[in-house]
T-cell receptor, first 112, second 114 residues
Framework: KQEVTQIPAALSVPEGENLVLNCSFT??????LQWFRQDPGKGLTSLLL?????REQTSGRLNASLDKSSGRSTLYIAASQPGDSATYLC???????????FGTGTRLKVLA | DTAVSQTPKYLVTQMGNDKSIKCEQN?????MYWYKQDSKKFLKIMFS???????INETVPNRFSPKSPDKAHLNLHINSLELGDSAVYFC?????????????FGSGTRLTVV
């Protein structure tokens, strides 16, 4: 049974810092991994989607890496801004399935 | 031009009532999902429909009944509401019955049972 864990659960950093959010999963037989952002009281916004055959994906200041064999993904945020404050969720889908298993989330606060 | 829209956004109701949440997507996707986010912010899948056919039915009380009149709509009906049903319910859609292109989520319906 796939389990997804995100560390840390909460993170507070000063503006301008580069930071890394971690996601680990127990079953390495994944199809792909998606990073989402959730703002308080809002829905989920897709940030990056990494297929199992890919090592990383980049979008603006965001870079997500995937190491399937070790069951890990990281989301790197460069030059953090107060507007980056949100909860970040990773989700993995297994081979042959079409549902995502979500992690527990990392609540990020970037201080001005 | 909301891609996945849910109504209502907030729902407060008494125990024992029956209520429905509606979801519509204008992305032309074939597959739609209902997820539940509990008080600890943990998201868990409940149901999925592909072209009006139920393809995922997780361990959910049978008081919850999804209905898909067409592939652009997926509604969730809940009978005999209980306090433990209080949560945020998210609708999502994907291009097909695959996660190949990821999901698109709605903004959620916050259900509070009192």
């Amino acid at each position: 049974k796939q389990e997804v864990t995100q560390i840390p659960a909460a993170l507070s950093v000063p503006e301008g810092e580069n930071l890394v959010l971690n996601c680990s999963f127990t079953d390495s037989a994944i199809y792909n991994l998606q990073w989402f952002r959730q703002d308080p009281g809002k829905g989920l916004t897709s940030l990056l989607l990494i297929q199992s055959s890919q090592r990383e994906q980049t979008s603006g200041r965001l870079n997500a890496s995937l190491d399937k064999s070790s069951g890990r993904s990281t989301l790197y945020i460069a030059a953090s801004q107060p507007g980056d404050s949100a909860t970040y969720l990773c989700a993995v889908s297994g081979s042959g399935t079409y549902k995502y298993i979500f992690g527990t989330g990392t609540r990020l606060k970037v201080l001005a | 031009d909301t891609a996945v829209s849910q109504t209502p956004k907030y729902l407060v109701t008494q125990m024992g009532n029956d209520k429905s949440i509606k979801c519509e997507q204008n992305l032309g996707h074939d597959t739609m999902y209902w997820y539940k986010q509990d008080s600890k912010k943990f998201l868990k899948i409940m149901f999925s429909y592909n072209n009006k056919e139920l393809i995922i039915n997780e361990t959910v009380p049978n008081r919850f009944s999804p209905k898909s009149p067409d592939k652009a709509h997926l509604n969730l009906h809940i009978n005999s509401l209980e306090l433990g049903d209080s949560a945020v319910y998210f609708c999502a859609s994907s291009q097909a019955a695959t996660t190949n292109y990821g999901y698109t989520f709605g903004s959620g319906t916050r259900l509070t049972v009192v």
